[in-house]
């Protein structure tokens, strides 16, 4: 007889506990925190891997009970050494005695993030108390990424800046000792090149002593005004300055910090006032100093106040206005004789302007050449 024309099939099951452990890591990285810990519970074979995970991003929202035994048990694990870890991210939104009473962990779980070379650390503690963080969280040749969110760092000391690969710095409600501090911090980071700040403040007042290092790799800025000086960041291509209603009450100290110097590289700036009065020479100052720029964007957001005076533009016109201004929006255009002056400046010289949009609170206006 001629052989059956059905073949019977061999069915082999793996069983994805044959797996190896590179294999299973890589599976839970895919999972959130906590559910790639509940699958601790499937056997043994389960328990030490994810205390192996090369990404911990860890959240909690209020008080938790044994916090710092899990986050001990975590950071310090036998199974999890010479293992690289990516990142490490710690957000704690809770009240703030619970950060007071964990405080003490903080600098110890950093230092073992950096003994497993970690690339991007953020430590994000809200509402912001400044928890206080030892100043070594600045010494570490593996970050490429850092995010620090109400901290108080301590007093940095000459050679506690260590930052060689960091490209990527944002410091929100951060508190350190002096100006200096942050002289060395951003001296520290060679090749830095996005920076972004939200309040940073000192313990000691405001002087006009000393010099920031430029950074000269940095292409992208983010920052609220007063938080370091304009020619700290001159070589951006995009600049963003957040406040720009603020003036300190001494004049030296203001322009210490507002002197412009010339930005030659600036394409993209994006200038926004919150809660003062808008001063159309302060851009057009701002202008003078960016011969390159080809994208203006002003923020004036809904409620910030009104020019206290009526503008009449200058009869100079900013090089970047005449030659690459390509673009132009105005957020909160109000129906006042300033900001409808400044917007016929801009429209009558602008000779490539392609695009202009001016928005009031409920409408826009836009024009495209």
Not at 259 to 278: I, K, P, R, Y
Request: a neutral charge; proline letters at 4%; one cysteine or more.
């Amino acid at each position: 007889m001629p052989p059956s024309q059905s073949q019977s099939a061999t069915t082999m099951v793996v069983s994805i506990n044959n797996f190896p452990d590179e294999i299973l890591t890589h599976i839970l990285s895919f999972l959130p925190f906590k559910q790639a810990f509940k699958t601790s519970v499937l056997s043994k074979r389960w328990r030490p891997l994810c205390y192996s995970l090369p990404d911990l991003h860890i959240t909690v929202i209020r008080r938790v009970h044994n916090f710092r035994r899990f986050m001990d048990a975590v950071m310090f694990s036998p199974h999890s050494h010479n293992l690289t870890l990516n990142s490490f991210y710690l957000t704690i939104i809770s009240c703030s005695k619970f950060l007071e009473t964990e405080a003490d962990c903080f600098d110890k779980w950093v230092e073992a993030a950096k003994q497993r070379r970690v690339k991007d650390l953020q430590l994000h503690f809200l509402p912001s108390i400044h928890v206080p963080l030892a100043p070594t969280v600045f010494c570490c040749k593996t970050l490429v990424v850092l995010g620090l969110t109400g901290i108080h760092i301590g007093t940095l000391f000459h050679g506690s800046v260590d930052l060689p690969l960091l490209k990527t710095l944002t410091m929100f409600n951060i508190h350190l000792e002096n100006i200096e501090d942050f002289m060395k911090l951003l001296s520290g980071c060679p090749i830095l090149e996005n920076l972004k700040t939200r309040y940073v403040k000192t313990t000691t007042n405001v002087t006009t002593g000393g010099n920031f290092k430029s950074l000269s790799k940095l292409n992208n800025a983010d920052i609220r005004l007063f938080d370091l000086p304009f020619r700290a960041i001159y070589n951006v291509r995009f600049l963003r300055v957040h406040e720009m209603e603020t003036n300190l009450a001494n004049e030296e100290i203001n322009l210490y910090y507002k002197g412009f110097s010339v930005f030659e590289n600036l394409t993209d700036l994006q200038l926004s006032w919150c809660n003062g009065a808008h001063d159309w020479d302060e851009v057009v100052k701002m202008l003078q100093n960016c011969p390159k720029l080809q994208t203006l964007a002003i923020k004036k957001w809904i409620g910030s106040l009104k020019t206290t005076k009526d503008w009449k533009h200058p009869y100079h016109v900013p090089e970047c206005v005449t030659s690459n201004l390509t673009t132009c929006e105005i957020e909160d255009y109000q129906a006042m004789e300033a900001d409808f002056q400044f917007a016929t400046y801009i429209l009558q010289n602008a000779r490539v302007l392609q695009v202009a949009v001016f928005r009031s609170f409920d409408s826009s206006i836009a024009a495209n050449a």
